[in-house]
């Protein structure tokens, strides 16, 4: 059986946008007048074999009734505007770990770890992500009292401090996820997609946070191990798929789903290449997109003797370039260098 995949491609923004939108030339993605775009690739997937076509939207009407029905139906999700997510939000990175491949140790102490979520902030911060667990390749897993007894002193007061900036907790146990909410934690960020803990699922269906869908291959200890893949970018949305609707049954739940195809996480260059050189390909499930390539290895796959420890300026490219696709949350080390890059790329639009 034929399966058939919409992405939106062939894009314009800024002015040119907008007067292409004004003359029903294009249609806007996720709603924002400022991203637009009058083609489509549709992938076709029958079984091992694997094909792909352009098609302009203007001669959408020509193509099969089946054809037609699906990419009609796409349409709706990838133009549609996703609730609080119509400008880029930018997630700081808070790891209260003494392991984390990039800062791990540098914030494990609660004081240097409030000054460093303040510091965000200032820079520029909507989410602040705080994770007491390192999920770097290899890594193993802790006891929850462990990681809980890393992040609390942190967690608990922060939307006292805080209350018009975004919690993510970054977890993969339903302990943390538990207590995280009695703190009034917005977000939570499990890796796993739930799977490592059965329990978690259900704290999260008694909450009103906000879910992020992640996809990684394998666990953080094995999942850099060769991974493999039919097709990287029709398997991971062929993942959120089956998530949502049937593992996670997730129906009464969709207005609170953030999807995260996990660069790194059980991919090698080549497939995070394809990831988010395609990435809008997700839209067409009908859910905001995250993404967090900050400060990861491909970056110094690419740039070989050019890389740098902060690794800023892929990171920055790999932000703008999936922005460009309307990716709407970046989930970064470096905030104020980032936001600085939106800024910029937004004035430049606008011209």
């Not at 923004?13 to 690739?41: A, H, M, Q, R």
């Not at 977890?171 to 995280?180: A, D, F, L, W, Y």
């Not at 097709?231 to 995260?260: A, G, P, S």
Request: proline letters at 3%; one cysteine or more.
């Amino acid at each position: 059986m034929t399966k058939y995949y919409t992405r939106a491609c062939n894009f314009y923004y800024g002015t040119i946008s907008k007067k292409l939108l004004k003359k029903n030339l294009s249609l806007p993605l996720c709603g924002n007048k400022n991203i637009s775009f009058d083609k489509v690739e549709l992938f076709l997937r029958n079984g091992n074999k694997i094909s792909s076509k352009i098609i302009s939207i203007k001669s959408l009407n020509k193509q099969s009734e089946v054809v037609k029905k699906k990419i009609k139906k796409d349409l709706q999700k990838i133009t549609a505007k996703k609730k609080n997510f119509e400008n880029p939000l930018i997630m700081g990175i808070l790891n209260m770990t003494p392991d984390s491949f990039s800062d791990g140790g540098k914030y494990t102490q609660t004081k240097k770890a409030l000054a460093h979520i303040n510091v965000m902030i200032n820079s520029g911060a909507d989410i602040i992500d705080i994770g007491g667990e390192s999920t770097k390749p290899g890594s193993k897993t802790i006891e929850p009292k462990k990681e809980w007894k890393r992040i609390n002193s942190v967690i608990k007061n922060f939307k006292k401090k805080n209350p018009n900036i975004l919690l993510s907790i970054d977890t993969r146990k339903s302990e943390i996820i538990k207590k995280s909410i009695e703190y009034k934690a917005d977000i939570i960020n499990d890796i796993s997609c739930f799977s490592h803990d059965k329990n978690s699922l259900k704290e999260i269906k008694k909450s009103k946070s906000t879910i992020i869908i992640h996809h990684m291959q394998g666990i953080p200890k094995t999942m850099q191990i060769k991974p493999k893949y039919k097709n990287v970018l029709l398997d991971i949305y062929d993942f959120f798929e089956d998530q949502i609707d049937n593992q996670l049954k997730l129906k009464k739940e969709r207005n609170k789903i953030i999807i995260d195809p996990g660069i790194g996480f059980g991919k090698n260059l080549k497939h995070n290449l394809m990831l988010m050189s395609k990435i809008s390909i997700f839209h067409s499930l009908g859910f905001p997109i995250l993404i967090g390539s900050s400060r990861k290895r491909f970056i110094s796959q690419i740039s070989g003797v050019f890389d740098t420890k902060e690794r800023t300026g892929g990171t920055l490219s790999s932000v703008l370039f999936t922005l460009s696709q309307g990716v709407q949350i970046f989930r970064v080390h470096d905030v104020k260098e980032v936001k600085q890059g939106l800024l910029v790329y937004k004035r430049l639009l606008e011209q």
